[in-house]
């Protein structure tokens, strides 16, 4: 059993072995800062054709208010885009 870092994350993999057990070595959650009695939640690894959700990914990485402001950017452009073709025609 062994476990792999992912340098290009702040996670870490970890492997189940056959009896079922995950352990992760003691040092590998020190240096994720993981300490005695944390909780943490075990994503299954996502094979090439599954698809996994991403609603609420980016819910807090983005502000409400730049959403809005680009939802209201995108559909200003969509209205200039149908009157240009409009006219057009």
Do not use: K, P, Y
């Given at each position: 059993m062994g476990?792999?870092?992912?340098?290009?994350?702040s996670g870490f993999k970890?492997?189940?072995g056959e009896d079922g057990n995950l352990t992760v070595p003691a040092g590998e959650l020190a240096r994720h800062g993981v300490r005695p009695g944390a909780r943490l939640w075990i994503i299954p690894e996502q094979r090439g054709g599954e698809r996994r959700s991403m609603l609420g990914a980016l819910k807090e990485a983005v502000p409400p208010e730049a959403v809005?402001?680009?939802?209201r950017?995108?559909?200003a452009a969509k209205a200039e885009?149908?009157?240009y073709y409009t006219e057009q025609s």
């Open positions: 476990t792999a870092s992912n340098s290009s994350s970890v492997v189940v809005e402001d680009l939802l950017g995108l559909d885009r149908i009157a």
